[in-house]
């Protein structure tokens, strides 16, 4: 199959000819290895037992004598690489693109000597968005929403609801997506049960009870894009078990899921020198691929479009919070490729919030509420037009993304932009 280029790509031709060493971060399957296969000449998998082996007993050794540009693959399976690529890094006369390193776990805190910093730069890989999995074609870029005045918005749209359904129970991890219906689901289920059985068992941990852990990620699941606290999405894990694990057991798993980078919230934003008070601090949840809720829950396209699912989620409609948490998967990595923070906003007593606040480089700010209708109406402008009044001049713009099929701007300034045409 023909390589599909991927939004990172961009970020890695601009970058990598004048940066050293360079780390592709994200959950297994996500595609990083391939990308970076497109531009290395020699590979070090450190997956395969004689490689690592080979690699543990000089690490220094074994890297700094390889051709460049090498891919250093699973680098996280021997922790002391980290440090061998900075030390060949500063033992490097020139500044071009030398090493790739690939991981599907971020190492536990004291498995390396140093940070990388000033030598590794990290950048994140998430699952593909509409664009890259060639559904769509962008037209509204967010690098000028952010870096210009506003102006105006056109084009048009074809997918529908629908569409973005089905797109998001497919899955943007690249293998699984292009797989038959039966088969991605087979797929989807063993992904889930890999990192209870594999997955987090390599990082030294052992799931003593399997099913609790699974029943976490359900309940995760099922507070996809809402702000449900940790001990609600414990009580939606554990209803009237008579043993329930103890708390520091369930925040550990969190935790680990977060390394392996599974669990992917959005944390609070924290507006520097902005008067605006009682805002919440705690994060907004979300899983790496929509698709895992998805299959976490056994919802298929027809049940979430029917609402036909028997489930009652913490808060708004479980569509609703699922179109969203595709939503910010797209528009988290048009951020990343803009020089651009994604984080979203709420006051304490709910009163008020904005689903995404991206802030670029220069402070720019962009407010952006997501809604799966075609057809907004003017009650789901309201949070958008609070903000702008807190902010004035420097909410940079504020827009509306949709199911529709148009791109335009009201009257009264806002921008509303179907989902599919919004790109770094």
């Not at 298929?300 to 913490?314: A, C, D, V, Y």
């Amino acid at each position: 199959m023909a390589y599909m280029r991927r939004t990172v790509d961009d970020e890695l031709d601009e970058l990598f000819p004048s940066t050293p060493a360079i780390a592709l971060d994200g959950p297994k399957f996500v595609g990083k290895t391939t990308t970076a296969h497109q531009r290395v000449k020699n590979v070090l998998a450190l997956d395969n037992p004689a490689t690592r082996e080979l690699v543990g007993a000089d690490p220094f050794d074994a890297i700094f004598n390889e051709p460049t540009p090498t891919l250093i693959d699973e680098w996280q399976n021997v922790p002391a690489v980290w440090d061998a690529v900075r030390r060949a890094v500063d033992a490097a006369p020139t500044r071009e693109g030398k090493y790739l390193l690939t991981g599907s776990a971020s190492p536990s805190p004291g498995t390396t000597a140093h940070s990388g910093a000033g030598r590794i730069i990290r950048m994140r890989m998430r699952p593909m968005t509409l664009s890259e999995r060639g559904v769509s074609e962008p037209v509204v870029s967010l690098r000028k929403l952010l870096y210009e005045p506003p102006a105006s918005l056109s084009g048009r749209s074809t997918l529908t609801l629908r569409d973005y359904i089905q797109e998001l129970c497919r899955s943007g991890f690249p293998d699984i997506r292009s797989s038959p219906e039966r088969n991605r689901r087979k797929d989807l289920s063993s992904y889930l049960h890999n990192i209870v059985d594999r997955d987090i068992p390599e990082l030294g941990e052992t799931v003593r009870r399997r099913e609790v852990l699974l029943d976490w990620l359900r309940s995760y699941a099922l507070s996809s894009a809402t702000t449900a606290s940790y001990k609600t999405i414990i009580d939606q894990a554990t209803p009237g078990d008579s043993d329930p694990p103890a708390r520091d057991t369930l925040d550990k798993y969190r935790d680990l899921l977060r390394q392996i980078w599974i669990v992917d919230p959005v944390d609070a934003w924290h507006p520097r020198g902005i008067p605006i008070d009682r805002l919440y601090t705690g994060p907004k949840h979300h899983l790496a691929d929509p698709a895992l809720a998805a299959q976490l829950l056994q919802l298929t396209p027809e049940k979430l479009l029917r609402g036909q699912h028997g489930i009652n989620p913490p808060r708004g409609s479980l569509l609703g919070n699922f179109f969203e948490s595709f939503a910010t998967l797209c528009i988290r990595v048009a951020a990343q490729a803009v020089e651009a923070e994604v984080r979203h906003m709420r006051t304490r007593n709910g009163d008020h919030e904005v689903d995404l606040i991206i802030e670029g480089h220069d402070e720019s700010l962009v407010a952006i509420e997501i809604k799966a209708t075609a057809v907004p109406e003017n009650k789901d402008f309201k949070h958008l037009k609070w903000l702008r009044a807190q902010l004035g001049a420097r909410l940079t713009d504020a827009l509306l993304i949709t199911t529709g099929q148009g791109a335009y701007r009201r009257e009264d300034g806002i921008g509303v932009v179907p989902l599919a045409m919004l790109g770094p």
